[in-house]
């Protein structure tokens, strides 16, 4: 992966929570109920969640459909 992707790794845990919510890359989360996702583990409050949201956005991790986030396929 390229130095412009890169992601703290706090935000890299925070895909893989996100991920797993949302069924893979195929389904979208709500924005809020994402936020909510993340803050559910123990590890991360509101502030790490919107911030990893946003790294993870504008590095193309997810992208918004609306005010659903969706994970950005890999393959």
Known sequence: MDEERRIPPFAE???TVLT???GGT???LPRDEAIEVITDDERFDKA???AAVESLQSRG???YVG???RI???D
């Open 72 to 74: 950005t396929p890999t």
């Open 67 to 69: 005010e659903h986030i």
């Open 20 to 22: 797993d919510a949302a």
């Open 13 to 15: 845990d925070i895909l």
């Open 61 to 63: 991790y997810v992208y």
């Open 48 to 50: 790490d969640a919107e």
């Open 26 to 28: 195929s389904e979208e």
